[in-house]
């Protein structure tokens, strides 16, 4: 259905003072990842601050992105929203801009929504599109959204669109639900949300992670991913340590955390700006976090 796999990073969005996006500080941070191994970026995922932006701010960000010439195969698009046309819009636009991989949140503001209900929206958004080049990812994460994509609902939108549902990104945190979407969904390709779940995933038949903490560790998650397939003791050795980063930094909420690290390490006040609601790590909690990575090896700190 689709060959993405590997180790895939939601880019953070930085922001100036006002909080409109900073392009140089994007593109310079894309371009870093892409130097340390990642093999794709998520544009406008959780960790994007997605639903913080715009459909206009998110359409001119990915136009930049093509002003780049940033191949295709690299990106990923997140076009989820909770109204019907906006998702449509945004979808429309990517795809015309020639991206095809679009990360999909359920419309998660109605919650508990039925199954056909949820079935008829992706099945308005994929006709309207109307490209049969399209690629969505449905976006698992009922944590934030309070909407579970389960295998039901998985299993009739791959049967009614065998070409466009091609893929499951699980931020769930929940093994077992991961492994029975592997299980149930032949073809689908999957990726965890947490890189804690890196090698189990690939040996379950997964294609790899999409993880908001690649934003300051890529190198070391990518070796973690390509020793599972040369070394398996070396895997799990590496799987350990990615282990214990994660852990330090998801103690702290994920996106003040990740941006707080960059705004230390690159002594730049910039990186610390989050767009209301949300807010940075206060100073104790990130002199905290600081501590607590210390001893732990992680990309950014090299």
């Known amino acids: 259905m689709t060959n993405l796999k590997g180790v895939w990073a939601p880019i953070l969005t930085p922001q100036n003072a006002h909080y409109s996006i900073d392009k140089t500080r994007y593109f310079n941070h894309l371009r870093w990842l892409l130097n340390h191994g990642v093999d794709g970026i998520v544009i406008f995922g959780t960790n994007g601050e997605a639903t913080s932006f715009s459909v206009s701010e998110r359409m001119e960000l990915l136009d930049w992105v093509k002003e780049e010439k940033i191949p295709s195969e690299k990106i990923m698009v997140g076009t989820g929203c909770s109204a019907l046309t906006d998702t449509i ?23 508990s929504p039925s199954q056909s209900g949820l079935v008829r929206y992706f099945s308005e958004v994929i006709q309207q599109i109307g490209d049969d080049r399209l690629k969505i990812f449905l ?10 994509f389960d295998v039901n609902i ?61 934003n300051v560790n890529p190198g070391y998650i990518k070796e973690t991913y390509n020793a599972f397939f040369a070394d398996r003791e070396l895997a799990a050795s590496c799987q350990e340590g990615i282990n214990h980063f994660r852990k330090a ?54």
């Open 249 to 302: 930094v998801q103690t702290y909420p994920l996106i003040g955390a990740l941006k707080g690290l960059m705004q230390h390490h690159q002594s730049d006040d910039i990186w610390g700006n989050i767009r209301p609601p949300l807010s940075g790590l206060p100073p104790s909690d990130l002199n905290q976090l600081l501590m607590s990575v210390k001893s732990l090896k992680y990309t950014l700190a090299d």
């Open 154 to 214: 998985v299993l009739e939108l791959m049967e009614k669109f065998p070409n466009q549902i091609v893929g499951y990104k699980d931020s769930s945190g929940d093994w077992e639900n991961t492994k029975k979407i592997l299980n149930h969904c032949p073809g689908l390709t999957v990726f965890p949300g947490s890189e804690e779940f890196l090698t189990p995933v690939l040996a379950a038949g997964g294609a790899g992670v999409i993880s908001g903490t690649a």
């Open 89 to 111: 819009t945004l979808g429309q636009h990517a795809v015309s801009r020639g991206y095809y991989h679009h990360l999909m949140l359920p419309p998660f503001y109605y919650k």
């Open 139 to 148: 976006y698992h994460f009922p944590q934030l959204s309070g909407i579970h």
